[in-house]
């Protein structure tokens, strides 16, 4: 791990409960900002590689924007897997109620990883984070 932290963003490019997406050193990172803190973490979900900045943050909870799968963004930990679709009474065509159950049996066979988190810090109104 390196000793260095980098300049990445201007703290003030993310309102609070917002995320940006940014590339360093080839690693693909979002940039949480939960109430004036900042937290850095993989941008690929670890269910099925969704772009997590596309989500929604609630405190220190990202959800998928996917499938739902939850992530707490200070350690990174997988705290629930997808969500089941649920399309209510709706009747579908057969084809389509058939390829969404297909569709839904093999995702639960697909485990939910935890995702990468980097250390960060803020220094003279920049997100500084340590690859």
């Not at 609070?16 to 979002?30: F, R």
């Not at 937290?39 to 405190?59: F, S, V, W």
Request: hydrophobic share 35%; with cysteine.
């Amino acid at each position: 791990m390196s000793e260095k932290f980098i300049r990445v963003i201007r703290a003030d490019e993310i309102a609070p409960g917002g995320m940006k997406a940014v590339e360093l050193d080839g690693n693909e990172i979002v940039i949480c900002n939960s109430s004036k803190k900042y937290y850095a973490i993989q941008r690929r979900c670890g269910h099925m590689n969704a772009p997590l900045e596309m989500g929604t943050l609630d405190g220190i909870y990202l959800t998928c924007p996917m499938h739902c799968a939850q992530f707490d963004i200070i350690n990174g930990e997988a705290l629930s897997g997808p969500i089941p679709s649920d399309i209510g009474h709706e009747i579908l065509p057969p084809f389509l109620g058939e390829y969404l159950h297909n569709i839904e049996m093999l995702m639960k066979h697909v485990r939910t990883e935890s995702i990468r988190t980097y250390e960060t810090k803020l220094d003279d109104g920049w997100v500084q984070i340590r690859l």
